[in-house]
């Protein structure tokens, strides 16, 4: 007879099913459960089966609908015989044998199949072991002590379960224990310190069973828990099993050794990812065997029984922003220009507030805008995205009558030509007519020549989103078309991070002290709790529970992109189900303590080609386009799984057809793809986007020449990078664009110094005495 349990489904469109279960397995419809059942009416991880010494175990997962076994609600574990009817939802389960392997036969593997192996997860590793068990083995006969081992290891691995952590290794009187892999979690520290906590608990209480059998008086366990990134690797030969790696799980090891009995010593990343929620007591810093440097310690002593959430600041909401920007429109309306800067941190809600003024716009204007971005050091990057938007929402015929009815001198289009060539690193940008001297004041020229004969139509708002990675060019473009603000009804709106740079800051001063009368600033702090509620109010399916309510909002914390984001991970992993009202199903402990463990859970909980498209993504930048997803992500629907994307949140539509590209959400998710990857990885990435980069543009290299550079380096490729660096200093210096071309012949010095190539070293420091001449 094979070994394990067997199963079979009685309902549903699986009915007939037949599951084996040899290993300890989680029931339920999330894509993390070992047996996956389609029934919307359970839980994500409803319940748990598991294999002992006694037969087979149930026990529910504080499901929202419970677990039945013949018609009544289990309220703890629950050996199950055959003929019994496990009901979970609408679906009914029949036990048709409980097989004959006990708990310490069956090996621990994870359900989850092997496809993140080469990927990075945050996670926190518990380790627990029964004190002096070499001890303890002398005084009882072999089967006595396996008995009390087996009772152990078994209390332990309820208590890690019963809060999601996944068994890695049973180590004869103790195990390990993994919270946030397989199955990316939110919370992993929240939950491996109640779990610890629920150990030390559990084996204090079987004490009482032990001194009564054995005669033993003392049993004590103690645990260590740590947090951090592991490396995901397998191991096994047939059966390939998901293994995690790293220094993360040794200093948990280590850890639990220096614990004393019935306690839990944990290390510094988890006390800070604990955020307050537990009490704990500074133990310094603990010289562990096998390290160098010491470890920070903390002793988890329980739960915060006062503990509360920090509650957002008490701000100004949006009301005097949108009455600011209403004014600034019926001025604009009226004919009368302006420069509006709106600043704060990411997330909080800059963008949105320039969407809110176009739909307030609508057709009475032309919206112009742009992007600035943080790598690839194009020039003009804002400016010429706008230019090449309007230029390719017309057909080329319409184009050119509008380019005459305009009023533009005809030797003002090469230059817009060289500016929007410029704008995406082209070749083009060498091909306008004028000297070297005057080419970036030509270019301003013109540009301002096409922006005044468009606000002669009708006003203008040109945005220019993230303008704190703006390139000096852009700036001094963007100062030119300042001039106009007195004449004509032009709107420059951008968006900028409160850490402005020297070259943002100088701009900004120069247009105060120009025009002071036509500039607008706004700094964007986070939103009230009630502006936050009423938020949340739009974003929810239906009415919140008011405990749901009040959780989502202090943890958002005024961030309205943290709030959607929360919101929608409650509403995907269950943390949120309908009853009379939208109700937690978790406690406020459990709920997410940190965006940074969200973000990569949402991402990691994606199936393995989705994964694989969002890193490719990730590494070809915040806004991509599919053209080269197939060939770098290695997966054959890519379209498929751009929608698994888009349903998710993680990207949006940026461009529609024919020039479709997509758009993270928001930079810190492409930060989280990113995050995933192993450093190896990583620059395999790398170095395949831009060989497909040399690939599929490979008759006009020259409009790719910084994003080449900027892969190549990251990719470790540094002799190829420098190649393409060179190549866009020498660009930049015919453009005139002399402060960038010093940024990148300074860059290129140091990338030749990595490569110790002295021919290049010397060639780049004549070109850079020649710029300084």
Not at 106 to 126: C, K, M, N, Y
Not at 227 to 242: D, K, L, N, T
Not at 324 to 344: H, Q
Not at 496 to 525: I, K, M, N
Request: net charge negative.
């Amino acid at each position: 007879m094979q070994g394990g349990a067997l199963l079979a489904v009685l309902d549903g469109a699986e009915s007939g099913r037949r599951v084996r279960i040899a290993e300890r397995l989680t029931l339920g419809r999330g894509e993390e459960a070992g047996v996956l059942i389609d029934d919307p009416e359970i839980s994500r991880t409803h319940a748990i089966l598991r294999p002992t010494a006694d037969g087979l175990e149930l026990q529910d997962l504080s499901s929202l609908n419970g677990t039945w076994v013949n018609g009544e609600r289990i309220s703890g574990p629950t050996l199950l015989a055959p003929g019994d009817v496990v009901k979970l939802g609408a679906t009914r389960i029949e036990v048709l044998s409980v097989g004959d392997r006990p708990l310490s036969s069956v090996p621990p593997t994870s359900s989850t199949p092997v496809d993140a192996e080469g990927e990075l997860r945050p996670v926190s590793v518990l380790f627990a072991d029964v004190v002096g068990s070499t001890s303890l083995a002398e005084r009882l006969e072999p089967e006595d002590f396996r008995a009390l081992m087996g009772g152990c290891v078994d209390r332990m691995c309820r208590a890690v379960e019963q809060f999601g952590g996944v068994i890695d290794a049973y180590m004869g009187d103790g195990i390990a224990a993994f919270f946030g892999f397989p199955a990316a979690t939110e919370d992993d520290a929240d939950r491996a310190a109640t779990a610890a906590l629920s150990v030390i608990k559990a084996i204090d209480e079987y004490a009482s069973d032990v001194r009564e059998t054995w005669n033993l008086p003392d049993l004590h366990v103690r645990v260590g828990v740590n947090s951090g990134q592991v490396a995901i690797g397998v191991v096994g030969g047939a059966e390939r099993h998901p293994v995690a790696l790293g220094d993360t799980m040794n200093v948990a090891a280590r850890l639990q050794g220096a614990a004393p009995p019935s306690t839990i010593v944990i290390g510094g990343a988890t006390a800070r990812k604990l955020g307050g929620r537990f009490l704990l007591a500074p133990l310094g810093h603990l010289g562990v065997r096998g390290r160098d440097a010491p470890v920070e310690a903390w002793r988890l002593l329980g739960p915060r029984p006062d503990h509360r959430r920090r509650q957002p600041p008490r701000l100004v909401g949006r009301a005097n922003e949108t009455a600011r920007l209403l004014e600034t429109a019926n001025a604009l309306r009226g004919g009368g220009g302006g420069l509006m800067l709106l600043d704060g941190e990411p997330g909080i809600g800059k963008t949105r507030l320039l969407e809110w003024l176009r739909e307030q716009l609508g057709s009475d204007v032309t919206w112009l805008e742009g992007s600035c971005v943080s790598f690839g050091g194009q020039l003009y990057q804002a400016p010429a995205e706008a230019l090449r938007r309007w230029v390719a929402s017309d057909d080329m015929g319409r184009r050119t009558s509008t380019l005459e009815r305009l009023g533009l001198e005809p030797d003002a289009l090469p230059y817009l030509a060289t500016l929007m060539a410029a704008g995406s690193g082209g070749e083009h940008a060498r091909g306008a007519n004028g000297s070297a001297g005057d080419l970036g004041a030509a270019l301003a020229r013109a540009y301002t020549a096409w922006i005044s004969g468009l606000c002669r139509e009708r006003p203008v708002v040109l945005a220019v989103n993230d303008i704190h990675w703006a390139d000096r060019p852009t700036l001094e473009l963007v100062e030119s078309l300042v001039d106009l603000l007195d004449r004509l009804p032009l709107l420059i709106a951008a968006t900028s991070r409160v850490s402005a740079g020297a070259s943002e800051r100088h701009f900004r001063e120069r247009a105060r002290q120009g025009r002071p009368d036509r500039v607008v600033e706004l700094t964007l702090g986070p939103l009230g709790e009630a502006e936050a509620d009423q938020l949340l109010s739009d974003l929810s399916p239906g009415e919140l529970a008011p405990e749901a309510r009040r959780e989502v909002v202090t943890l958002a914390e005024g961030n309205p992109f943290y709030l959607e984001q929360l919101l929608r991970s409650l509403l995907e992993t269950g943390g949120l189900a309908a009853r009379h009202t939208w109700a937690l199903t978790r406690p406020a402990a459990q709920l997410p303590s940190g965006l940074e463990s969200l973000l990569v859970a949402r991402v990691a909980g994606l199936p393995r080609d989705a994964r694989r498209v969002a890193h490719a993504g990730a590494v070809l930048g915040r806004t991509f386009a599919p053209t080269l997803l197939a060939s770098v992500s290695g997966v054959e629907d890519v379209e498929l799984n751009l929608a698994r994307l888009l349903r998710a949140n993680i990207i949006r539509e940026s461009r529609p057809v024919p020039n479709r590209e997509y758009a993270f959400t928001h930079g810190l998710l492409q930060e989280a793809a990113l995050s995933t990857l192993t450093r190896a990885r990583r620059r395999e990435l790398y170095r395949s986007v831009a060989t497909a980069h040399e690939r599929v543009f490979a008759g006009s290299l020259d409009e790719h020449l910084e994003r080449l550079a900027f892969y190549y380096a990251r990719g470790g490729d540094l002799e190829r990078a420098f190649d393409y660096l060179e190549k866009a200093a020498n660009r930049a210096t015919s453009l005139s664009a002399h402060t960038q071309a010093s940024a990148l012949w300074s860059h290129a010095a140091s990338i030749a110094d990595r490569i110790n190539d002295p021919e290049a070293r010397d060639r780049v420091k004549r070109r850079l005495v020649e710029l300084s001449a």
